[in-house]
Nanobody
Framework: VQLQASGGGLVQAGGSLRLSCAAS????????AGWFRQAPGKEREFVAA????????NYAASVQGRFTISRDNTKNTVSLQMNSLKPEDTGVYYC???????????????WGQGTQVTVSS
């Protein structure tokens, strides 16, 4: 399984960005797709997750109501729509795939290369 993230950039506070993650070679044991982020000097943290099958989603409390995760099974892509961005949303965003419904990065087996999101105040 290979994951390719894109869509990061520089945006002012209050703006929006849309991240995409293209999954190639997805196996049946990678039913969960997640987004994580890592700010300089901080640990990687959970942002959102979605199941490829069904409608189940999960969000970190810090992004609930502002971010929306979605999937397109026909294209094997997962997107993260980010609205009302705040400076504290700044970081490298990673898409991840795995078989466990979890917010822990160690539970995800596959990772994309990361895309930088910078929110200026």
């Amino acid at each position: 399984v290979q994951l390719q993230a894109s869509g990061g950039g520089l945006v002012q506070a209050g703006g929006s960005l849309r991240l995409s993650c293209a999954a190639s070679g997805r196996a049946v044991n990678t039913d969960v797709a997640g987004w994580f982020r890592q700010a300089p000097g901080k640990e990687r943290e959970f942002v959102a997750a979605i199941r490829w099958s069904g409608r189940l989603t999960n969000y970190a409390a810090s992004v609930q109501g502002r971010f929306t995760i979605s999937r397109d099974n026909t294209k094997n892509t997962v997107s993260l729509q980010m609205n009302s961005l705040k400076p504290e949303d700044t970081g490298v965003y990673y898409c991840a795939g795995g078989s466990n419904w979890s917010i822990r990065p160690t539970r995800y087996a596959y990772w994309g290369q990361g895309t930088q999101v910078t929110v200026s105040s």
